[in-house]
């Protein structure tokens, strides 16, 4: 399974690679940030899926995308990451990592007014809230919604 995800990582950033990012002019630029947004998107897509089965590899990828995003400016793309990332700690039982990381994408998500992100963080904040026994922070938490 590592072998194809493998695979399929190097091809999806074969195709896409960050010297497109260089170019200059109007048109080709936002083609280059398109480019560059799917593959972001494609990197946290497959880290989501792969997340259960090779920990490392997904938070590799989930790193990648996020640095990329953070380059670029792409606000969506490093939101996804975080949120990602988070759920992985939180399966693994590291709770307080994951709800750090869950306000990270939170406060991105509000930022650029992405509502099923942000819907997304705060469910998630609210499970891991519970599932950490605190559940005066997740009735808070709800609130506030």
């Known amino acids: 399974m590592r072998f194809y995800t493998s695979v399929l990582y190097c091809i999806i950033i074969s195709f896409f690679p960050l010297s497109a ?6 048109g080709q630029q936002g083609i280059a940030d398109a480019a560059a947004y799917k593959t972001i998107d494609s990197l946290n ?9 090779d920990v ?22 490093e939101s996804v990451s975080y949120l990602n990332e988070a759920g992985i700690f939180q ?12 306000y990270k994408s939170l406060g991105i998500s509000q930022e650029i ?33």
Do not use: C, P, W
């Open 21 to 26: 990012l260089a170019q200059t002019g109007s």
């Open 45 to 53: 897509t497959l880290a989501f899926k792969i997340k259960r089965n």
């Open 113 to 145: 007014k992405d509502t099923l992100n942000v819907a997304r963080a705060s469910q998630q904040i609210g499970n891991a809230l519970v599932e950490g026994g605190d559940l005066k922070g997740a009735e808070k938490l709800l609130k506030k919604l």
């Open 91 to 102: 399966q693994n039982g590291y709770t307080e990592k994951a709800i750090a990381l869950y």
């Open 56 to 77: 490392d590899h997904a938070l590799t990828l989930l790193h990648k995308a996020a640095s990329m995003s953070i380059k670029l400016e792409y606000k969506k793309g």
